[in-house]
């Protein structure tokens, strides 16, 4: 890296220049650029962070108010707009750190370890509904609400049917689902085109039922939709 800027108060931006990214992982939202120091950048994009890499000179897409962490390497400029976290973590950190260190596997990264994965889903109470399960990156890291609301209408399942209740072939093949579907996001612009959510009030593209939603009393003050015919 030839260049650092940061709007993050106290972040150690100098400390970036002449490092060397050695990789770069996904796990859910959270991006880990792993620095040949051994130290790790963190930052986790929550629900308004992104990362956009543009060949220098050109323009940003997003305003530079909104840029919290700029990196520039020769002629591409690498910003981190809206990120709710950035942080350089350092070596051997991230073994303890508080929202990493629990982090089930990622649906993304092949190959999928669907035992573990099947594993850290029966590790919760059996009555604990599946909409929940889903959003749990203690089991998996990477489903969001649009996803669980689609992948439970896929499977014609319930968000509040207890997990308890699901053979390991379809709690697996529930995740299973969730991954295909994210995997045809990859690459594409916004598809507004959804089975249930944010689809509250009209009908049903399978059959015909209007769609209904409930905002849940959670810590994750997340809307469920759903079917209520192909979902009961």
Request: glycine share 6%.
């Amino acid at each position: 890296m030839t260049a650092a800027t940061s709007r993050v108060a106290g972040f150690p931006a100098a400390k970036l220049v002449g490092q060397t990214v050695d990789s770069v992982e996904a796990q859910g939202k959270h991006l880990l650029m792993r620095l040949a120091s051994g130290q790790v950048l963190h930052s986790h994009m929550k629900m308004t962070g992104s990362w956009h890499v543009y060949r220098e000179g050109d323009r940003w897409r997003k305003p530079a108010a909104q840029a919290r962490l700029v990196l520039t390497a020769g002629d591409r400029v690498a910003v981190c707009f809206n990120a709710p976290v950035v942080e350089l973590l350092q070596p051997r950190a991230e073994a303890a750190h508080p929202a990493l260190r629990a982090l089930g596997p990622d649906l993304l990264a092949p190959p999928a370890d669907w035992a573990e994965i099947l594993r850290r889903a029966r590790s919760r109470p059996p009555a604990t509904p599946l909409g929940d399960l889903l959003l749990d990156q203690r089991v998996t890291a990477g489903l969001g609400n649009i996803w669980r609301c689609e992948s439970l209408f896929v499977e014609r399942l319930s968000p509040w049917t207890p997990v308890g209740d699901l053979t390991d072939d379809a709690l697996v093949q529930l995740y299973r689902t969730g991954a295909r579907l994210l995997a045809a996001q990859l690459g594409r612009t916004v598809d507004r085109r959804r089975w249930v959510y944010d689809r509250a009030g009209r009908p049903c593209r399978r059959c015909g039922t209007p769609v209904q939603a409930r905002r849940e009393r959670t810590d994750l003050a997340r809307t469920a939709y759903w079917c209520p015919s192909c979902q009961p």
